[in-house]
T-cell receptor, first 116, second 113 residues
């Protein structure tokens, strides 16, 4: 597609339930990133995938959070046993990385997660 | 060392005025400094970016000023328009390979007509 697509756009879940958020990056983009944006806050890095390399998971806030990227394309961010503090907008971005050059992020519109 | 501090949190400017947003960073290894613009309900979009080999970069009404010795950079929006009303984020990263951007806290800019 022309841009980064995220689904669902909104998700309301009960505390303790698991949720899956999906990201379809721009075709051909080799790097994929997940960020979290809490109300009135900046963007907090969660995880990124680059080609076949091991993902950088250094930003995941707890072991309830995990992500995978299948076939170098679609990514799913999973949050288990959701807590109210997980409520935020989860943003996905992708970029084309060639050698040492990175041609800039393109963000999706995000998934707004509300845990009640 | 990974922080990027952004100010002010909110800013109100009259139409036609100059909007100025400031950022400071700590990690001297950072060598890529983008600014993103975000409208409600949308993801951030790259506005303009600078590398530390220049002190200023201008694109239309948007200018980044960069002070390497002070580890500071700023966004200037000239002739601000109501359509510029948005949240602006500065960010920093090491430019090689898959960048992991460190973002400032954001500035909510309102341009009054």
């Amino acid at each position: 597609g022309a841009g980064v697509s995220q689904s669902p756009s909104n998700k309301v879940t009960e505390k303790g339930k698991d949720v899956e958020l999906r990201c379809d990056p721009i075709s051909g983009h080799t790097a994929l990133y997940w960020y979290r944006q809490s109300l009135g806050q900046g963007l907090e890095f969660l995880i990124y995938f680059q080609g076949n390399s091991a993902p950088d998971k250094s930003g995941l806030p707890s072991d309830r959070f995990s992500a995978e990227r299948t076939g170098g394309s679609v990514s799913t961010l999973t949050i288990q046993r959701t807590q109210q503090e997980d409520s935020a907008v989860y943003l996905c971005a992708s970029s084309l990385v060639s050698g040492a050059a990175n041609y800039g992020y393109t963000f999706g519109s995000g998934t707004r997660l509300t845990v009640v | 060392q990974q922080q990027v501090k952004q100010s002010p949190q909110s800013l109100i400017v009259q139409k036609g005025g100059i909007s100025i947003i400031n950022c400071a960073y700590e990690n001297t290894a950072f060598d890529y400094f983008p600014w993103y613009q975000q409208f409600p309900g949308k993801g951030p979009a790259l506005l303009i970016a600078i590398r530390p080999d220049v002190s200023e970069k201008k694109e239309g009404r948007f200018t980044i000023s960069f002070n390497k010795s002070a580890k500071q950079f700023s966004l200037h929006i000239m002739d601000s328009q109501p359509g510029d009303s948005a949240t602006y984020f500065c960010a920093a990263s090491i430019s090689q390979g898959a960048q992991k951007l460190v973002f400032g806290q954001g500035t909510r800019l309102t341009i009054n007509p």
